[in-house]
């Protein structure tokens, strides 16, 4: 009994499950406050979130001593602090901003005109408009535009803290129109993007790890009073390690409608924030204010596998092996097999091309093989549709 005891104990520190969530245990974390006193280069505290005032930050950081301390103040607020800060006057010259803002909306209409464009994970369709990798498609607009934006000392000081040297930098554009609604309460990239059944397959340590391999931020292009619902953000949340799992439940987002908190921003802020916060766009109740914020989604340098690997035509190779072998291969066997082969995981992909239709994240190609195995394509059939996965994924 004692051996069965320990397992289950271990069984339930690993395996995090939804049913296990608990309310009290996450507002014991989530109601802390934030003490200004523990953060000596902010420059306030509001609603528990931290305010810094971009060109004290850059006066602190002129001597390699003063840069390591605003790194490691700023590397606490995303972990064990309120998990968001806000810079303020990050882009003093605001113009930069505006010519990015121009070449946003040229690239808005053009999706208007073509009905092209993607939705959004968090938001009702029509909601707002959307550009996906608004990354690549600044820089080969207006590469010198692109410079002067992404050169910017806070961006790359946030983005530092949290994710040390050799970070990769992606942004999606949003812009939400009067009218348009809030998102639903959620947590951001990796496991923030995947359901409960999947999210409970990961061990408790990658619930702990998929917060340190990303960083999310907002450059606002417009100013955002409080009407134009920016982000609702709950401080503390990104604490609570089941927290990708209590977010698909009513009472966690009932305590989430009750209790975020809202800052208003002006043109050349910028936020950053763990993605593991609870966190959503605001309703915009203006009646001519459209919102716009370039939302920036650092990642870690160790994102990636050590080897390139052509996957594509390894599928293409092992699928008429996998149908002749149906029957002597046992379905785990053969869901192995595929899983040693394929890429299983939905991203980095091209949203434009390849939208999450019916869920939060695009089809795999692991999940392409299962397929054309369960429906018995032919090897032409599936191949061609391997070819045309892997075009929707290019830029």
């Given at each position: 009994m004692k051996t069965d005891n320990q397992q289950k104990l271990r069984a339930d520190r690993v395996w995090l499950s939804e049913d296990a969530c608990d309310l009290d245990e996450f507002r014991a974390l989530a109601e802390k406050t934030t003490a200004l006193a523990d953060y000596p280069a902010a420059s306030a505290v509001e609603k528990n979130v931290l305010i810094y005032d971009s060109r004290k930050v850059m006066t602190a950081v002129a001597t390699p001593e003063g840069r390591r301390a605003v790194l490691a103040e700023i590397c606490d607020a995303f972990g064990e602090g309120p998990g968001v800060v806000v810079f303020k006057r990050a882009y003093?010259?605001?113009?930069?901003?505006?010519?990015?803002?121009?070449?946003f909306d040229a690239i808005i209409e053009e999706q208007h005109r073509t009905s092209t464009g993607g939705g959004d994970h968090f938001a009702k369709p029509?909601?707002?408009?959307?550009?996906?990798?608004?990354?690549?498609k600044h820089c080969l607009a207006d590469p010198a535009n692109f410079a002067e934006y992404y050169g910017n000392a806070i961006v790359a000081l946030a983005s530092e803290a949290w994710l040390g040297p050799s970070y990769q930098m992606t942004a999606q554009v949003n812009r939400v129109n009067p009218g348009g609604s809030a998102q639903s309460a959620h947590r951001d990239y990796h496991l923030g993007f995947q359901s409960s059944k999947v999210i409970e397959q990961f061990p408790a340590h990658v619930h702990r790890l998929s917060p340190v391999l990303t960083l999310q931020g907002a450059v606002a292009h417009c100013d955002m009073p409080l009407e134009s619902g920016p982000t609702l953000?709950?401080?503390?949340?990104?604490?609570?390690?089941?927290?990708?799992?209590?977010l698909k439940r009513q009472e966690f987002r009932d305590y989430f409608e009750t209790n975020h908190v809202q800052l208003p921003l002006e043109k050349g802020d910028v936020v950053f924030f763990n993605p593991a916060?609870?966190?959503?766009?605001?309703?915009?109740?203006?009646?001519?204010?459209?919102?716009?914020?370039?939302?920036?989604?650092?990642?870690?340098?160790?994102?990636?596998?050590?080897?390139?690997?052509?996957r594509e035509r390894m599928s293409a190779r092992l699928f008429p092996a996998l149908k002749t072998l149906q029957g002597r291969l046992s379905p785990d066997e053969i869901a192995n097999a595929v899983a040693a082969c394929a890429e299983g995981y939905s991203f980095p992909t091209n949203l434009d091309r390849d939208p999450p239709l019916g869920g939060l994240a695009p089809k795999t190609q692991a999940q392409l093989i299962h397929e054309?195995?369960?429906?018995?394509?032919?090897?032409?059939?599936?191949?061609?549709?391997?070819a045309e996965q892997a075009g929707k994924k290019l830029s």
């Open positions: 003093a010259d605001t113009g930069i901003v505006d010519r990015a803002s121009s070449i029509g909601a707002n408009d959307r550009i996906w990798n608004s990354l690549e953000f709950l401080p503390h949340s990104q604490t609570y390690v089941p927290g990708y799992l209590a916060l609870f966190h959503a766009a605001g309703t915009n109740r203006s009646a001519d204010i459209k919102r716009v914020a370039n939302l920036l989604q650092v990642s870690s340098a160790f994102g990636r596998a050590m080897e390139t690997v052509h054309a195995l369960r429906e018995g394509w032919s090897d032409e059939a599936f191949t061609t549709a391997l």
